[in-house]
């Protein structure tokens, strides 16, 4: 029984010092643009050895550490150890042999620490003052970037001090995965997940959007469901709803991915109609056309972005143009995306979704909608965007619309916060083209 003890006491410290590896090596990755879940993917593929408990101890700790490390960088600048404890027992439910091992380790640096998982964000503050004897001052604004404040776009009647710390708190937990279930196999699905003994919950407006909380054994429901359950995030959802397509129509995804919302439209479309799918990046669109090939749609056609300049003006129903952005709606998702993006990041990507949005403009016929969608909350790279697009396209009218989340009616500009689903926060804004273009 005593060497039974000891060699799992062996096989935690071991555990802990591979978690410490795997911090410090992603962390220098990151530090160089590099994102956290593919360094991640690296560091796992050159550790088989590991089974999967241990593998998702590490990644857990990974995500943790950059959740927190508005914090912990405050208490112990690079002290990983520390930093790496703290940051988990922020996050756990529950004790783990591997984290018990570092606490013993630490035991003088950090008293008390304790899971504290179950606790709102300013309880966590409390705790984390009380494990480093309130030798920090450290809020709830230090765990994003300090540019973020100014550059939130703030709703009418709120304060921007109210709307930073309410975005700050919903960046600190992790949303539920999500799942649509295509059209026709509704029942077929939620009677498979109800027999593998999944907890889902359907959402209670968007009826084909269930969220779930056991996302490895969806990923490999999702893999034998032949295109009939997609992996896509609500907001994601909510942007096909609001392209509102109809079968028979011709519509381009401009920066269509991997193509989740092109696939998206091919269902609310039923098949009927013409798609095209396209982006820059030759390895992602391989991706799409793999997802594609599990599906029974034959509307979509992918093929390299071509520069909106060389399609024919006039040629879609509709253009979604899901642009590139700086991603802060994903922070939750991407906890390691907040320290990775600078501020200049904004101001880049705001230019550049300026020229994308005139240029798609005029492939869109006359009567037919544009919807342009970014996965971000700042100011400019929102409405700042469309008041200059509104400027110089008189023939495109905002196009009132239903917020697919609260049922309420909108203006043509659909902001989706983060707490909303929770899921990723998306801005999202709907036009109809008029006229032809005079320019």
Known sequence: ?????????????????????????????????????????????????????????????????????????IAFDNHHPAACLCAWMLDADAPHPAADALAMRLDSALPDVHPAGHEDTGSKLKSFMKWTSGRVEASLLDLAPAWLADELWIPEGVSPAEHSVRCIESFQSRPP??????????????????????????????????SVTSPLQVTSLHSARNGQLEVQDLASQCVGVLCAPKPGESWWDVCAGSGGKALHLADLMTNQGRILGSDIRPGILKQFAHRIRKTRYSCI???????????PASTFDGVLLDAPCSGTGTWSRNPDARWRTALETITQRAER???????????????????????????????????????????????????????????????????????????????????????
């Open 353 to 439: 979704q300026r020229m994308l949005l005139n240029e798609a403009a005029a492939t869109v016929k006359p009567g037919g909608r544009l919807v342009y969608s970014v996965c971000t909350i700042t100011r400019r790279e929102t409405v700042d965007v469309l008041s200059d697009f509104e400027a110089h396209h008189p023939d495109f009218k905002a196009l009132r619309t239903t917020h697919p989340l609260s049922g309420l009616e909108s203006d043509g500009r659909v902001w989706i916060w983060p707490w909303e689903g929770p899921c990723d926060g998306m801005f999202v804004a709907v036009y109809v083209r008029t006229t032809p273009s005079q320019g």
């Open 301 to 311: 056609t992918v093929r390299s972005a071509p520069a909106p300049a060389d399609v």
């Open 177 to 210: 995965t999500w799942l649509r279930l295509t059209t026709g196999s509704e029942d077929k699905v939620l009677d498979e997940l109800a027999e593998r003994g999944f907890e889902v919950q359907r959402h209670k407006i968007l009826q084909n959007a269930l």
């Open 1 to 73: 029984m005593i060497r039974e003890v000891q060699m799992h006491a062996r096989a935690a410290q071991r555990l802990a010092e591979v978690a410490l590896k795997a911090v410090a090596d992603i962390e220098e990755r990151v530090a160089t643009g590099h994102p956290a879940d593919f360094a991640l993917k690296r560091f796992l593929h050159h550790h088989r050895e590991l089974g999967g408990r241990d593998r998702r101890f590490i990644s857990n700790m990974i995500f943790s550490y950059f959740r927190w490390k508005g914090w912990t960088r």
